[in-house]
């Protein structure tokens, strides 16, 4: 499983990458690493991959993904300002996501960039695989993270992510 996301990283956006131990999931509370001095979080959306793709066109991407969950990505800013990608986005526990819900339920479109779009750049890269992962920040400004803070959203009522800050 991959999981390949899209950043806005000084008014540009960019593919980061992180890794598979970076999900996490179940309301399990996000522990602030001792590593680092500068811990920020924007909201996201991740979206599941459900077909190989592999050169996807923008007018199919839809086909290759069926659900989507709000998430947080967390990244430790002072590494990215370093130029050190793998500390700063590759860390465990760095995207907690919420419940995957059908795209007609949960479709926010303050996207730094379309779903679709995202699909057709991943894929033009590498290969797309069934149960990978794509997140996209949502355009909200990075926020640094607080010991105790609560993360939730909720949608028709439901709570579809929960994390909170140790």
Same mark, same amino acid.
């Given at each position: 499983m991959?999981?390949?996301?899209?950043?806005?990283?000084?008014?540009?956006?960019?593919? *980061?990458?992180?890794?598979?131990?970076?999900?996490?999931v179940?309301?399990?509370?996000?522990?602030?690493?001792?590593?680092?001095e500068?811990?920020?979080?924007?909201p996201?959306? *991740?979206?599941?991959?459900?077909?190989?793709?592999k050169?996807?066109?923008?007018?199919?991407?839809?086909? !290759?993904?069926?659900?989507? &969950?709000?998430?947080?990505?967390? !990244?430790?800013?002072?590494?990215?300002?370093?130029?050190?990608?793998i500390? &700063?986005?590759?860390?465990?526990? &760095?995207?907690?996501v919420?419940?995957?819900?059908?795209?007609d339920?949960?479709?926010p479109?303050?996207?730094?960039?379309?779903?679709d779009?995202?699909?057709?750049?991943?894929?033009r890269?590498?290969?797309?695989?069934?149960?990978?992962?794509?997140?996209?920040e949502r355009?909200?400004?990075?926020?640094?993270?607080?010991?105790?803070?609560?993360f939730?959203?909720?949608?028709?009522?439901?709570?579809?992510?929960y994390?909170?800050?140790k």
């Amino acid at each position: 499983m991959k999981i390949v996301g899209f950043s806005n990283i000084e008014n540009e956006v960019k593919m *980061v990458l992180k890794s598979d131990s970076s999900l996490m999931v179940n309301r399990k509370p996000f522990f602030i690493p001792d590593w680092c001095e500068d811990i920020r979080c924007v909201p996201c959306v *991740v979206v599941r991959i459900c077909k190989l793709g592999k050169h996807v066109a923008t007018k199919f991407a839809e086909r !290759y993904y069926d659900s989507i &969950a709000p998430a947080l990505n967390i !990244y430790a800013e002072d590494y990215r300002q370093k130029g050190d990608p793998i500390r &700063a986005w590759a860390f465990d526990n &760095a995207l907690p996501v919420g419940t995957f819900m059908s795209l007609d339920k949960y479709h926010p479109n303050d996207l730094i960039i379309s779903i679709d779009r995202a699909v057709t750049e991943v894929s033009r890269l590498m290969t797309i695989r069934q149960g990978d992962l794509i997140f996209i920040e949502r355009q909200i400004p990075s926020q640094p993270l607080v010991r105790e803070e609560v993360f939730q959203e909720i949608v028709d009522g439901e709570e579809v992510l929960y994390c909170k800050i140790k």
